[in-house]
């Protein structure tokens, strides 16, 4: 397999070709902060977190792939703050009760809320009016939650490619739903692949939350993102 | 019930289920029934093998189509600035008056329905609106009554058009009271046109050499982009792939632009023509016309041009006389989403999903539509394929400035005497567009639409053109007598109702930037919140993932820049206010529980 | 210098904020010596009657009083801190906040299952009440506050490093461990 060499922050890293900038930055030891980007399923570049500069043009690392002597710049105090920026919003534009949540401690926009040490969203909260979709046999879907991330949507499918999972409206209204045939035949298995592909809490499957306690969770004692750094 | 399922099973049947038709299955029943029922959603899923999520994503999507009813008739009047400016306002309160209910709704007895709607390409001829369909312009609260009395008796909607206005708008096929209201005619849209006089030219050379004049005029898309058109259709022809396509770009949903309206009505051959040419160009077979919704009224029309055409032999098997270039054009109609004037929303859409922006790379001209290379060019670019092909490119680069060449369509509204369209030379300045349209003491003009600039009296010596002011065409003229911040604020409640929602920088960030600017508006605002307004805006422009995100805080950037004062002025000169108000607050539980508000100092 | 002087409040709280000041354990000794309480739970101070350097609340602000509390609060500190995820964001009170305050009065005083049917069906009005806001506001979207800690409570020794650095200046230090939003 052809290799390519490109620069993060002016690190030399390898990639294969084909890859994205986050998959080869990983494999390099460098931390690409990352939310919507899932291992497995098609990135879709809806949280814009990994956003680095390419040539000087800000660039979503899930969906970019690399390219011979790309110079990639990643910790600037620009992008750290705008990636912040984002992670904010997200927490302004839901309703994010991190102390009732059962995800809390596994979740993905919260430990990034951790790693970038935030204090306070600096946007105003937006105290969104969301459904909770209690209606299917074996999860819940928490609309205050959901970031959009869309993963569901993008990763779990039947078994002949339907979406179970689908967006509805667009804009600020824009809100993820389930087809209730197709959720109502999902196996166990599925239903905790949903809940476990899910980020945040907005998809839980029924009666397995709360499970590991505080202090054994994912999040609980190493920052996201500690695993990949050398 | 039985209705829904029939309706439902002849529109999938009459499109072969074929799911990059979704759009149009769900228009007919849409037309059908007044509404896309949850129990039509289920059914279209289960007849197409869609799951249902997907199809309500879709119904959900689009303006023009609803899961409620909207009514036998359904009025979608225009709330773009322009038609604010014009007296919107008071036409949709003689909407409300008559029909008795208010915007957003429908009438107790079903019968209408009052929707708002993003800019419908009418700014020349505003206030305006769409009923079933048909356009009406120039509305007085007079009118608004005699409609509505039509309505209320049952009418035609076509029927209650009385003047027709100019050109083909009068053709049998149109009938439609818009006017074209061509102020200006240049010499490469607007001058005579032999019809088939340019393929005739491509065809006699290679497509290599197609490409080489349009490189030869450096033609620049004319969407707003600007992106060179000859780079674009040999990045297409290039592309390994077993089949290409051409796509017009004819979404033209920039607030204040309606030139392409015009283009399509008036010189549709000279277009078709074009396409073919850049079916040629990059060897495509198919072309496809991406009309939007607003434009309608004009698709039998353009569906005859193209029959015409095809018995001329500029479209179809060996079009122009070529042996081995077929080439045909269909029409793709599209539902109501600005953002399908992105081309890859625009190529989504047309292959029957919702109209979100795909990442790239790659790019549409790489895997386009159904995952051929496809080239994206927007109407006019394609007309002035057209003309280039007939003159040369040598003819067309000695027009404009060095990198604006030739001439542009500028559609023109707001506060000025002649409204209409323009054609101009790449390079006149503000001030002298303003003296020709009658916009002289304009406080400010924005120039390419919302997404564009804001300028104020300092830049009126600037020249348009992409290296100054860059256009799509949309020029919109504001007199000193207008609330600027208030125009801005439209803006952004367009360009909220209009993002597509996939990334969080444009979804979030234009609420939030919004409000800071509704905060400052209402005199709660400190320098703090000015700055922080600011640089919220570079976030979202520098974060988001397509164009809209990323041009969207324009209004507020732009008059940030350029108009200053104008906020500065609303600022309260403390260190800090959040705007927060007690007795506001406490407003609605002192009136649940019948007590006063007692709060001191009030 | 003179030891700082601190006074803290549970607006829309549990109080938990300050329980969990407590759990510093002994180092509550070694506070004391660092800091002067003054209008606090802690010490039971209802008034203020001198200008103190920090104010540290616990809680959001859901009525009236709420409201002129913390505005107390920010006239009579320099320093305003936001202590916990209840004063930063509403927390748990806030989970009102999308249901329309009628509602809420009604579920509460007409229509709960404790509601012992012989007594009058009122609304509480006496003008002695607080006021009940249109929704839970986080601190600084009332006053300005300067620092914020979050957690639901904010762990011990991330109140304890915070204290340390508010009366002694030095640099403020964050295990990852006790920075955490629940």
């Given amino acids: ?230 | 019930m039985g209705n829904i399922a029939e309706v439902v099973s002849k529109a999938v049947e009459s499109y072969q289920k074929d799911p990059t038709r979704l759009l149009d299955v769900i228009r007919d029943v849409q037309d059908a029934l007044g509404q896309v029922s949850d129990e039509a959603i289920v059914q279209i899923g289960h007849l197409m093998n869609l799951s249902k999520v997907d199809v309500e994503g879709v119904v959900t999507f689009y303006h023009f189509f609803s899961k409620s009813p909207v009514g036998k008739y359904t009025v979608y009047l225009n709330n773009s600035a322009v038609a604010v400016m014009m007296g919107r306002g008071a036409i949709a309160k003689a909407f409300e008056k008559e029909v008795g209910c208010s915007f957003g709704s429908l009438s107790e007895d079903g019968k209408i329905g009052l929707y708002d709607t993003s800019c419908i390409g009418m700014n020349d001829q505003e206030p305006a609106a769409i009923i079933n369909g048909v356009v009406f312009t120039n509305l007085t609260e007079k009118r608004v009554k005699e409609l509505v009395t039509g309505m209320k008796a049952g009418r035609n909607v076509s029927d209650m058009v009385k003047d027709l206005g100019d050109g083909n708008n009068q053709s049998e096929l149109v009938k439609s009271m818009v006017k074209n209201n061509i102020r200006q005619r240049g010499s490469v849209l607007f001058a005579p046109y032999e019809s088939g006089s340019a393929l005739r030219k491509a065809v006699a050379g290679t497509p290599e050499d197609v490409i080489n004049e349009i490189k030869n005029a450096e033609l620049r898309g004319r969407g707003g982009a600007g992106f060179p058109t000859g780079m674009k259709w040999d990045f297409c022809r290039r592309a390994q792939g077993e089949r290409h396509y051409v796509v017009c770009n004819a979404d033209e949903g920039e607030p204040g632009t309606f030139k392409d309206r015009v283009i399509l009505t008036e010189i549709p051959e000279m277009l078709f023509e074009g396409m073919a040419v850049a079916g040629y160009a990059v060897g495509a077979a198919e072309g496809i016309l991406y009309l939007r919704a607003e434009y309608m009224y004009l698709k039998k029309f353009l569906e005859k041009v193209l029959d015409d055409l095809r018995k001329k032999n500029i479209l179809g098997k060996n079009a122009g006389g070529k042996t081995g270039f077929d080439f045909d054009v269909k029409i793709q109609m599209g539902a109501g989403a600005y953002i399908c004037g992105e081309e890859s929303a625009l190529i989504q859409s047309a292959e029957g999903k919702r109209g979100e922006p795909r990442n790239r790379p790659p790019f549409p001209v790489q895997r386009g539509y159904g995952g051929y290379p496809t080239t994206v060019n927007n109407v006019e670019t394609l007309c002035a394929v057209s003309r280039i092909m007939v003159e040369g490119g040598k003819w067309f680069a000695s027009m404009g400035t060095v990198q604006s060449r030739g001439m542009k369509l500028l559609s023109v509204s707001g506060d000025c005497d002649k409204p209409g369209i323009y054609e101009v030379e790449w390079g006149i300045t503000l001030e002298q567009l303003l003296k020709t349209v009658g916009g002289s003491g304009a406080q400010a003009v924005v120039i390419g639409g919302p997404s564009g600039t804001i300028v104020g009296k300092e830049a009126f010596g600037k020249k348009v053109c992409y290296q100054e002011l860059g256009t799509g065409g949309s020029v919109i003229v504001i007199s000193k007598k207008r609330n600027l911040l208030e125009i801005v604020h439209n803006f952004m409640e367009f360009f909220i109702e209009e993002s597509c929602g996939w990334c969080v920088p444009c979804r979030a960030g234009n609420v939030i930037i919004t409000n800071k600017l509704e905060k400052i508006m209402a005199g709660n605002g400190t320098k703090t919140d000015l700055a922080e307004l600011e640089s919220w805006c570079k976030i979202v422009k520098g974060m988001s993932r397509c164009g809209l995100g990323q041009t969207s805080p324009n209004p507020i950037a732009t008059t940030i820049a350029n108009f200053r004062s104008l906020y500065e002025e609303k600022l309260k000169k403390v260190e800090y206010e959040t705007g927060f108000d007690l007795l506001k607050s406490v407003q609605e539980s002192c009136k649940v529980a019948n007590r006063k508000p007692k709060i001191e100092g009030h | 210098m003179s030891k700082p002087i601190v006074a803290t409040a549970s607006l829309a709280g549990c109080f938990g904020c300050h329980m969990s000041l407590l759990d510093i354990d002994d180092r509550i000794l070694q506070l004391i010596d660092l800091v002067e309480f003054h209008k606090s739970p802690v010490d039971d101070i209802k008034k203020f009657t001198k200008m103190c350097d920090v104010g540290i609340i616990e809680g959001g602000c859901c009525n009236s009083e709420n409201v002129e509390n913390l505005r107390d609060f920010r006239k009579n500190c320099k320093i305003l801190v936001a202590l916990g995820e209840c004063a930063i964001m509403g927390g748990l009170p806030a989970m009102r906040n999308d249901i329309p305050v009628k509602e809420c009065l009604e579920e509460a005083y007409l229509g709960s299952p404790t509601i012992d049917p012989k007594d009058p069906k009122i609304i509480p009005n006496d003008d002695d009440i607080p006021m009940i806001l249109d929704r839970v506001y986080p601190l600084h979207e009332i006053v300005k506050i300067d620092y914020f800690l979050p957690g639901c409570p904010p762990r011990a020794d991330l109140i304890w490093e915070a204290l340390l650095t508010l009366a002694t200046g030095k640099e403020l230090n964050i295990p990852y461990e006790v920075f955490k939003f629940d």
Wanted: proline share 6%; charged share 25%.
């Fill in chain 1, 1 to 230: 397999m052809s290799e390519l060499t490109f620069f993060i922050d002016n690190k030399e890293c390898k990639a294969k070709k084909g890859q994205t900038i986050t998959e080869a930055a990983r494999d390099n030891g460098v931390y690409i902060p990352t939310l919507c980007d899932y291992p497995g399923i098609r990135p879709a570049g809806t949280c814009r977190i990994c956003t680095v500069k390419v040539n000087g043009r800000n660039m979503a690392g899930c969906t970019t792939p690399v390219e011979e002597g790309m110079i990639v710049e990643n910790k600037t105090a620009e992008l750290e703050d705008m990636r912040k920026a984002i992670i904010e919003m997200l927490f302004v534009e839901g309703n994010h009760m991190c102390p009732t949540c059962e995800k809390s401690g596994n979740c993905d926009l919260q430990a990034l809320g951790y790693r970038y040490t935030m204090m306070v969203p600096r946007f105003p909260y937006l105290w969104p009016s969301r459904e909770i979709d209690a209606s299917m046999p074996k999860i819940v879907i928490d609309k205050n939650r959901c970031i959009q991330c869309l993963r569901c949507v993008r990763g779990i499918t039947t078994a002949d490619g339907k979406h179970i999972f689908g967006t509805l409206h667009r804009g600020d209204k824009t809100r993820i739903s389930a087809d209730p045939e197709l959720v109502a035949a999902m196996t166990d298995e599925q239903a905790q692949k949903a809940m476990d592909i899910c980020p945040v809490g907005a998809i839980l499957k029924r009666e397995v939350g709360f499970k590991v306690p505080m202090g054994k969770r994912k999040y609980d004692s190493a920052p996201i993102g500690s695993d990949i750094e050398k």
